[in-house]
Protein backbone atom coordinates (compact mmCIF):
# COMPACT_ATOMS: atom_id res chain seq x y z
CA UNK A 1 0.00 0.00 0.00
CA UNK A 2 1.27 3.33 -0.80
CA UNK A 3 1.41 6.06 1.66
CA UNK A 4 -0.73 9.13 1.31
CA UNK A 5 0.15 12.91 1.19
CA UNK A 6 0.46 13.96 4.78
CA UNK A 7 1.76 16.83 6.97
CA UNK A 8 3.60 16.31 10.64
CA UNK A 9 3.18 18.14 13.30
CA UNK A 10 5.84 18.13 16.15
CA UNK A 11 4.12 18.30 19.56
CA UNK A 12 6.97 17.77 21.83
CA UNK A 13 10.69 18.07 20.92
CA UNK A 14 11.91 18.01 24.63
CA UNK A 15 12.95 15.07 26.71
CA UNK A 16 11.87 13.86 29.89
CA UNK A 17 12.15 17.18 32.12
CA UNK A 18 11.01 19.53 28.96
CA UNK A 19 12.60 22.80 28.22
CA UNK A 20 12.66 24.67 30.29
CA UNK A 21 13.19 22.10 32.98
CA UNK A 22 11.47 23.35 36.44
CA UNK A 23 13.99 24.80 38.44
CA UNK A 24 16.76 25.28 35.81
CA UNK A 25 18.40 28.75 35.22
CA UNK A 26 21.03 27.78 32.13
CA UNK A 27 21.14 29.56 29.34
CA UNK A 28 18.99 27.40 27.15
CA UNK A 29 15.88 27.54 30.14
CA UNK A 30 16.16 31.62 30.41
CA UNK A 31 16.52 31.54 26.73
CA UNK A 32 13.90 34.08 25.02
CA UNK A 33 14.30 32.31 21.62
CA UNK A 34 10.69 30.06 21.47
CA UNK A 35 12.38 27.42 19.58
CA UNK A 36 14.30 26.49 23.19
CA UNK A 37 10.87 26.17 24.41
CA UNK A 38 10.02 22.17 24.22
CA UNK A 39 7.45 20.20 25.74
CA UNK A 40 7.68 16.70 25.45
CA UNK A 41 8.45 14.44 22.52
CA UNK A 42 5.27 13.55 20.19
CA UNK A 43 4.36 14.20 16.82
CA UNK A 44 1.32 14.44 14.84
CA UNK A 45 0.80 12.28 11.53
CA UNK A 46 -2.58 13.65 9.41
CA UNK A 47 -3.50 12.76 6.08
CA UNK A 48 -6.89 13.98 4.05
CA UNK A 49 -8.68 10.94 5.86
CA UNK A 50 -6.41 9.87 8.88
CA UNK A 51 -4.99 11.07 12.08
CA UNK A 52 -2.64 9.54 14.36
CA UNK A 53 -0.74 10.73 17.21
CA UNK A 54 2.87 8.71 18.18
CA UNK A 55 3.17 9.08 22.22
CA UNK A 56 0.95 10.80 24.64
CA UNK A 57 3.51 12.78 26.73
CA UNK A 58 2.46 14.50 29.98
CA UNK A 59 1.73 17.53 27.96
CA UNK A 60 -1.29 15.56 25.66
CA UNK A 61 -4.07 17.80 26.46
CA UNK A 62 -2.24 21.11 25.95
CA UNK A 63 -0.68 19.76 22.19
CA UNK A 64 -3.96 18.80 21.56
CA UNK A 65 -5.57 22.02 22.24
CA UNK A 66 -2.80 24.26 20.70
CA UNK A 67 -2.82 22.86 17.37
CA UNK A 68 -6.61 22.58 17.68
CA UNK A 69 -6.93 18.87 17.20
CA UNK A 70 -10.16 17.40 17.05
CA UNK A 71 -9.99 13.80 15.87
CA UNK A 72 -7.77 11.23 16.23
CA UNK A 73 -7.93 7.77 14.41
CA UNK A 74 -5.10 5.97 16.56
CA UNK A 75 -2.53 6.67 19.12
CA UNK A 76 1.15 4.92 18.29
CA UNK A 77 3.61 4.16 21.27
CA UNK A 78 7.02 3.64 20.76
CA UNK A 79 7.75 2.40 24.70
CA UNK A 80 6.38 2.83 28.26
CA UNK A 81 8.01 5.43 30.05
CA UNK A 82 6.03 8.17 31.36
CA UNK A 83 7.49 11.06 29.22
CA UNK A 84 5.97 9.25 26.51
CA UNK A 85 2.30 7.71 28.10
CA UNK A 86 1.48 9.39 31.06
CA UNK A 87 -0.68 11.79 29.05
CA UNK A 88 -3.47 8.67 27.81
CA UNK A 89 -5.92 9.80 30.43
CA UNK A 90 -6.88 12.76 28.52
CA UNK A 91 -7.86 10.89 25.70
CA UNK A 92 -11.28 10.83 26.96
CA UNK A 93 -11.96 14.15 25.65
CA UNK A 94 -11.47 12.30 21.98
CA UNK A 95 -13.99 10.10 23.43
CA UNK A 96 -16.61 12.18 24.28
CA UNK A 97 -16.38 13.75 21.05
CA UNK A 98 -16.52 10.74 18.89
CA UNK A 99 -18.34 8.50 21.24
CA UNK A 100 -15.96 5.32 20.79
CA UNK A 101 -13.41 3.52 22.18
CA UNK A 102 -9.85 4.91 21.34
CA UNK A 103 -7.88 2.21 19.52
CA UNK A 104 -4.25 2.16 21.16
CA UNK A 105 -1.07 0.70 19.17
CA UNK A 106 1.43 -0.62 21.13
CA UNK A 107 3.61 -3.34 21.80
CA UNK A 108 3.31 -6.34 24.66
CA UNK A 109 5.90 -4.59 27.20
CA UNK A 110 3.70 -0.83 26.63
CA UNK A 111 0.59 -2.53 26.65
CA UNK A 112 1.25 -4.28 30.18
CA UNK A 113 2.25 -0.55 31.62
CA UNK A 114 -0.79 0.96 30.16
CA UNK A 115 -3.09 -1.91 31.61
CA UNK A 116 -1.30 -0.95 35.27
CA UNK A 117 -0.84 2.85 34.90
CA UNK A 118 -4.48 2.98 34.13
CA UNK A 119 -5.96 0.28 35.86
CA UNK A 120 -9.42 2.10 36.09
CA UNK A 121 -9.90 1.84 32.02
CA UNK A 122 -10.25 -1.74 32.00
CA UNK A 123 -12.19 -2.28 35.44
CA UNK A 124 -15.25 -4.51 35.25
CA UNK A 125 -17.15 -1.76 37.08
CA UNK A 126 -15.84 1.87 35.45
CA UNK A 127 -16.73 5.02 36.63
CA UNK A 128 -18.28 7.25 34.46
CA UNK A 129 -16.02 9.14 32.25
CA UNK A 130 -12.72 7.17 32.61
CA UNK A 131 -10.55 7.04 29.06
CA UNK A 132 -12.30 4.28 26.30
CA UNK A 133 -9.22 2.13 25.12
CA UNK A 134 -8.76 -0.52 22.69
CA UNK A 135 -5.47 -1.85 23.04
CA UNK A 136 -4.16 -3.25 19.95
CA UNK A 137 -1.22 -5.45 20.32
CA UNK A 138 1.67 -4.97 17.51
CA UNK A 139 4.69 -6.61 16.77
CA UNK A 140 7.21 -5.90 13.79
CA UNK A 141 4.59 -7.02 11.22
CA UNK A 142 3.73 -3.69 8.97
CA UNK A 143 0.26 -2.41 9.63
CA UNK A 144 -2.60 0.06 8.21
CA UNK A 145 -4.63 2.78 10.11
CA UNK A 146 -7.03 4.31 7.45
CA UNK A 147 -4.76 5.32 4.77
CA UNK A 148 -1.58 5.09 6.68
CA UNK A 149 0.62 2.41 6.39
CA UNK A 150 2.76 2.04 8.76
CA UNK A 151 6.22 -0.24 9.58
CA UNK A 152 7.48 -0.60 13.06
CA UNK A 153 11.29 -0.44 13.22
CA UNK A 154 12.40 -1.99 16.30
CA UNK A 155 15.47 0.07 18.15
CA UNK A 156 16.98 -0.45 21.90
CA UNK A 157 17.06 2.17 24.52
CA UNK A 158 19.70 0.82 26.48
CA UNK A 159 17.86 -2.72 27.08
CA UNK A 160 14.44 -1.72 26.56
CA UNK A 161 12.71 -2.41 23.02
CA UNK A 162 11.43 0.40 21.54
CA UNK A 163 9.29 1.22 18.23
CA UNK A 164 9.64 3.82 15.94
CA UNK A 165 7.42 3.86 12.94
CA UNK A 166 8.06 4.51 9.18
CA UNK A 167 5.02 6.39 6.91
CA UNK A 168 6.20 6.41 3.11
CA UNK A 169 8.85 8.15 3.50
CA UNK A 170 9.06 9.27 6.62
CA UNK A 171 10.43 7.69 9.77
CA UNK A 172 10.56 8.53 12.98
CA UNK A 173 12.89 7.43 15.98
CA UNK A 174 12.95 8.73 19.36
CA UNK A 175 14.74 7.04 22.90
CA UNK A 176 17.03 4.59 21.16
CA UNK A 177 20.99 4.46 21.74
CA UNK A 178 21.18 1.25 19.31
CA UNK A 179 19.51 0.19 16.08
CA UNK A 180 21.04 -3.54 14.54
CA UNK A 181 21.50 -3.60 10.82
CA UNK A 182 18.25 -5.47 9.38
CA UNK A 183 16.21 -2.40 10.76
CA UNK A 184 18.72 0.14 9.98
CA UNK A 185 17.64 -1.42 6.15
CA UNK A 186 13.63 -0.75 7.14
CA UNK A 187 15.24 3.32 7.24
CA UNK A 188 16.81 3.45 4.53
CA UNK A 189 14.79 5.10 1.50
CA UNK A 190 13.34 7.38 3.53
CA UNK A 191 13.38 10.70 2.41
CA UNK A 192 12.78 12.52 5.99
CA UNK A 193 14.02 11.16 9.40
CA UNK A 194 13.23 12.18 12.73
CA UNK A 195 15.95 10.66 15.08
CA UNK A 196 16.60 11.71 19.09
CA UNK A 197 19.98 13.50 20.09
CA UNK A 198 19.84 14.05 23.53
CA UNK A 199 22.95 15.76 24.20
CA UNK A 200 26.66 16.00 23.61
CA UNK A 201 27.78 13.93 26.56
CA UNK A 202 27.44 10.29 26.24
CA UNK A 203 24.11 8.77 27.52
CA UNK A 204 23.68 5.00 28.48
CA UNK A 205 20.36 4.97 26.42
CA UNK A 206 20.09 8.08 24.17
CA UNK A 207 22.48 9.03 21.12
CA UNK A 208 24.57 11.73 21.95
CA UNK A 209 24.29 14.33 18.65
CA UNK A 210 27.38 13.20 17.21
CA UNK A 211 26.41 9.94 17.01
CA UNK A 212 22.68 11.07 15.34
CA UNK A 213 24.71 12.88 13.14
CA UNK A 214 27.24 10.22 12.24
CA UNK A 215 23.64 7.73 12.24
CA UNK A 216 22.01 9.94 10.24
CA UNK A 217 25.16 9.99 7.43
CA UNK A 218 25.29 6.30 7.17
CA UNK A 219 21.65 6.22 6.17
CA UNK A 220 21.75 8.67 3.60
CA UNK A 221 18.36 9.81 4.59
CA UNK A 222 18.13 13.93 3.00
CA UNK A 223 16.53 15.66 5.13
CA UNK A 224 17.02 14.60 9.08
CA UNK A 225 15.45 16.26 12.54
CA UNK A 226 16.83 15.60 15.55
CA UNK A 227 14.01 15.71 18.47
CA UNK A 228 14.04 14.37 22.78
CA UNK A 229 16.65 17.15 23.19
CA UNK A 230 17.49 18.41 26.55
CA UNK A 231 18.73 21.32 27.93
CA UNK A 232 21.83 20.04 28.07
CA UNK A 233 22.48 20.32 24.20
CA UNK A 234 22.48 23.76 24.06
CA UNK A 235 20.64 26.75 22.12
CA UNK A 236 18.72 25.70 18.89
CA UNK A 237 20.00 28.66 16.63
CA UNK A 238 23.72 27.97 18.19
CA UNK A 239 23.64 23.88 17.61
CA UNK A 240 21.89 24.52 14.26
CA UNK A 241 24.79 26.59 12.95
CA UNK A 242 27.04 23.26 13.78
CA UNK A 243 24.77 20.63 11.71
CA UNK A 244 25.69 19.74 8.31
CA UNK A 245 22.81 21.29 5.89
CA UNK A 246 20.41 18.86 5.90
CA UNK A 247 20.23 18.28 9.45
CA UNK A 248 18.33 20.62 11.60
CA UNK A 249 16.92 20.45 15.10
CA UNK A 250 13.40 20.19 14.90
CA UNK A 251 11.39 22.68 17.34
CA UNK A 252 7.53 22.40 18.68
CA UNK A 253 4.99 23.64 16.19
CA UNK A 254 7.35 23.08 13.34
CA UNK A 255 5.52 20.94 10.34
CA UNK A 256 6.88 19.42 6.98
CA UNK A 257 4.57 17.59 4.43
CA UNK A 258 5.10 14.41 2.84
Known amino acids: MQAPHFKVSFLGTGTSTGIPMIGCTCAVCISTDSKDKRLRSSVLIQSDTTAVIIDTTPDFRYQMLR???THLDGVLYTHPHKDHMAGLDDIR???FLTQKPMDIYANSLTEEAVRRDFYYAFADTKYPGVPELNLITIDETPFVIGDLPIQPILVYHHKMPVFGFRMGNFTYITDANRIDP?????IRGSKVLVLNALRKE???SHFTLQQAVDLSMDLGVPEVYFTHISHQLGKHQDINEELP???KLAYDGLQISL
Do not use: G
Request: hydrophobic residues 35%.
Open 67 to 69: TNT
Open 93 to 95: ALN
Open 182 to 186: EQMNL
Open 202 to 204: DHI
Open 245 to 247: PHI
